[in-house]
Nanobody, 125 residues
Framework: QVQLVESGGGLVQAGGSLRLSCATSGRTFSVYAMGWFRQAPGKEREFVAAISWSAGSTYYADSVKGRFTISRDKAKNMVYLQMNSPKPEDTAVYYC??????????????????WGQGTQVTVSS
């Protein structure tokens, strides 16, 4: 089992910045990649960003590319999502997720084995 705990959410003004953190514990040696997903009220969950744990390769949704940055600290077992220039449409509950394999690809939430409880991000205009 892998446990994930998100933190860092809150209220931020459009154009500001916010950093989300995800603390991982448990069988972290089995993790192939980490991802961030989000879900806004009345909408489906959507992919935001992912990073391969070993190589650090990163992947982004087109809607956040150039504004958000995903990173990981292997020594601390932490994953981060730096949100720069957020927009009101970025308002959502953000979830950290971990996958042990590539069965569905990193952009598909069905491929993730473990999920955090989520952290609310609200961007005011």
């Amino acid at each position: 089992q892998v446990q994930l705990v998100e933190s860092g959410g809150g209220l931020v003004q459009a154009g500001g910045s916010l950093r989300l953190s995800c603390a991982t514990s448990g069988r972290t040696f089995s993790v192939y990649a980490m991802g961030w997903f989000r879900q806004a009220p009345g909408k489906e969950r959507e992919f935001v960003a992912a990073i391969s744990w070993s190589a650090g390769s990163t992947y982004y949704a087109d809607s956040v590319k150039g504004r958000f940055t995903i990173s990981r600290d292997k020594a601390k077992n932490m994953v981060y999502l730096q949100m720069n220039s957020p927009k009101p449409e970025d308002t959502a509950v953000y979830y950290c997720a971990a996958t042990e394999g590539l069965g569905y690809g990193l952009r598909d939430g069905h491929g993730y084995d473990y999920w955090g409880q989520g952290t609310q991000v609200t961007v005011s205009s």
